[in-house]
């Protein structure tokens, strides 16, 4: 926004609603938002596109994030929005497949993967649907973990190395995100091979990871609100989908863990930690 000529006190002003995992909240968050007489919501993420949209038809929403905005209900269609929601989708589900798909030429004798799941995550259902084929045809056990709240995720953390599964990986999530440091040393701590979906657990100490690069994503969310600050409907302004995409490899971590990551997974790389 600071390169589009928007400086914040002078001619912008920023309303920002932490969410900290909790998509509970969310409705609360952005109903606060409305009442605010805010010109445009960010949403980065399905379950707060779907609650922005909730509690308001008429101000603009710029959602980024996970998931098909139409099947979501967010848009009528990708290139004609047709209501107020505009904005990026990161390909959620066909991303997902690609890590597990990763995961597996990096150590193909991993057979059986944990996957961490937030509970009643909007589009969950489908993209488990598509990851269990993908399972199948790659000749993988796939062990799903239902996690809602922090406790929920230790639970999990203690069945996964009481059934000795092989390696780990998470549907893309805020909660996961916010709580990536107590993942990512779960899977230091058990020499577990783990993909992630976000260059920040690598940055946490994660192995492995492969996404659309966020920080583009969200430099592409600030020309739509441009935009729409300067008169453009979000009905008229087609969604997008990602043009960059990062896969980084932590050697350091695979040190650590004891492991070797296959060479042409290395190789495909476009940062290696070493």
Known sequence: MNQLGYIEGKNVVFEYRPLEGQEEGLPQLAGDLVRKKVDVIVAP?????????SVSRTIPIVYLGGGDPVALGLVASLAHPGGNVTGISDLAPGLTAKRLELLHEAFPKAASVAMLVRARAPHSDRELKD?????????????????????????????????????????????????RKPIVDFALRSRMPSIFHSRDFVDAGGLMSYGAEFADMFRRAAIFVDKILKGAKPA???????????????????????????????????????
């Open 45 to 53: 993420g399905a379950a707060a596109g779907l609650a922005a949209k």
């Open 131 to 179: 990851l269990g084929t993908q399972a199948k045809i790659l000749g993988l056990k796939l062990r799903i973990f239902e996690v809602q709240r922090d406790d929920d995720l230790e639970r999990s953390f203690s069945t996964i190395e009481k059934e000795r599964l092989e390696a780990l990986i998470e549907l893309p999530n805020p909660f996961f995100h916010s709580n």
């Open 236 to 274: 008229n302004l087609p969604i997008e989908q990602p043009t960059k995409f990062e896969f980084l490899v932590n050697l350091k971590t695979a040190r650590q863990i004891g492991v070797t990551i296959a060479p042409n997974v290395v190789a495909r790389a476009d940062q290696v930690i070493r």
